[in-house]
């Protein structure tokens, strides 16, 4: 039995609430030019019903110019902040692919600098490079690693 007048104080207490809700709110203007809003009409005064959930906002033209000027400047500043975001990834991308190719090469300048004998694969045999030939491969490698590594 609790239960049920429990639902039933919920159901009256949404419907007052609901009722108050739905009240009607009335401008008019008085014989002095004074505007009024009232929650019930006014005796003998034509007055304009408005419903407060869909009201817009009045203002002058100043004021929406101003508006309009200030959300123009937030989005440039957000375009901004995109484009500098963007960049920034570009950057730091480009950064990991510099050292990813600074890591090979000096993986590579390595491989010629421990052997004595490199071996390149010519018509599918493999030969020896002459000595001449890997000194010149380690000073290739050298400068673009000098170019591609050590710019900072």
Known sequence: MNGYRQRIMWILIAMMVSGTSLAGL??????????HYTDKPPVNQKAETLNPHTATPTGTTEQKVILDKQTEEFNKR????????????????????REQNCIAL???????????????????????VPYEEQLQEIEKIQEEIEKACDKK
């Not at 009335?26 to 505007?35: E, I, R």
């Not at 957000?78 to 692919?97: N, S």
């Not at 000096?106 to 020896?128: H, T």
């Open 78 to 97: 957000q375009e901004e902040q995109k484009k500098q975001e963007e960049q920034a990834q570009k950057k730091a991308l480009e950064e990991k692919q």
């Open 26 to 35: 009335y401008k008019w203007t008085d014989s002095a030019g004074q505007v």
């Open 106 to 128: 000096r993986n590579n300048l390595q491989l010629y600098l421990g052997k004595r004998r490199v071996a390149k694969n010519e018509n599918g045999e493999l030969v020896e």
